[in-house]
C-alpha cells in the first residue's frame, strides 16, 4: 500500500510555507516534493533543494513528456510537481506532502483521487487582508488586486477534502501530521 499524498493549497498570504516547515520539523519522516520552476531563484535559494530551476524549453519537455503531475502558470512563471519523485516516495511508504496553488491542486484531485486535498484558511478575513497589505508601503492599487484575488481563492475551499485553519502554526501542522500518518485506503 502506498503512503498518503497531502496537498496544502490555500490563498496567498495565509502561511502555508511556515505551516509546512513545521510539518517537517514534527515529523521527519515526510517529505516535501521539490517543484520545478521557471522563475529565477530568490537569494538563498538552492537548485534542487526548495524548487528545480529550469528555463522555458525544459519546462515545456517536463509537461510533453508527462513528467509533471500537475503544473499551472502563477504571477508569470510556471510551476509543477515532478511526478517520478513523489510515486517513488509513497511506494517506498514515506508520506510526501505538496505546497502548491489552486490550479495545481485541482489537477492533482483529477490525476491522483486517493490524494488528501487540504485548504489552508486564515482565522478571518481580516487577518488574511492585514497580512496582503503587508507593511502598507505598496499602492492602493495592487492591494485591491491582491484582495480580489484573495477573495476568490477563498471560495474554493467547498473543493477540499479538509479545511484547516491556522490559527496557530504548530496546531496546524499537527493536524496535517496526523493527515500524513493516517494509511487508512481514500
Ligand atoms: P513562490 O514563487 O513564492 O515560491 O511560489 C508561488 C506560488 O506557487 C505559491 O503559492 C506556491 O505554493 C506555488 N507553487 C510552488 N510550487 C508549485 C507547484 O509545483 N505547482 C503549483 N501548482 N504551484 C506551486
Known sequence: ???????????????????????????????????????????????????????????????????????????????????????????????????????GARQVRAGEPDARLVFLAPPSWEVLEARLRGRGTEAEEAVRERLATAGVEMSAQGEFDDIVVNTDVEEAARTLVGFLHDNTPR
Not at 510556471?78 to 506532502?97: K, L, N, Q, S
Open 1 to 103: 500500500m502506498t503512503a498518503p499524498l497531502v496537498v496544502v493549497s490555500g490563498p496567498s498570504g495565509v502561511g502555508k510555507s511556515t505551516v509546512v516547515q513545521a510539518v517537517l520539523r514534527q515529523a521527519p519522516d515526510v517529505w516535501l516534493s521539490v517543484s520545478a520552476t521557471t522563475r529565477a531563484p530568490r537569494p538563498g535559494e538552492v537548485d534542487g533543494e526548495h524548487y528545480c530551476f529550469v528555463s522555458q524549453a525544459e519546462f515545456d519537455t517536463l509537461i510533453a513528456t508527462g513528467r509533471l503531475l500537475e503544473w499551472a502558470q502563477f504571477a508569470g512563471n510556471r510551476y509543477g510537481t515532478p511526478r517520478g519523485p513523489v510515486e517513488e516516495h509513497r511506494e517506498r511508504g514515506t508520506p510526501v506532502i505538496l505546497e502548491i496553488e489552486l490550479a
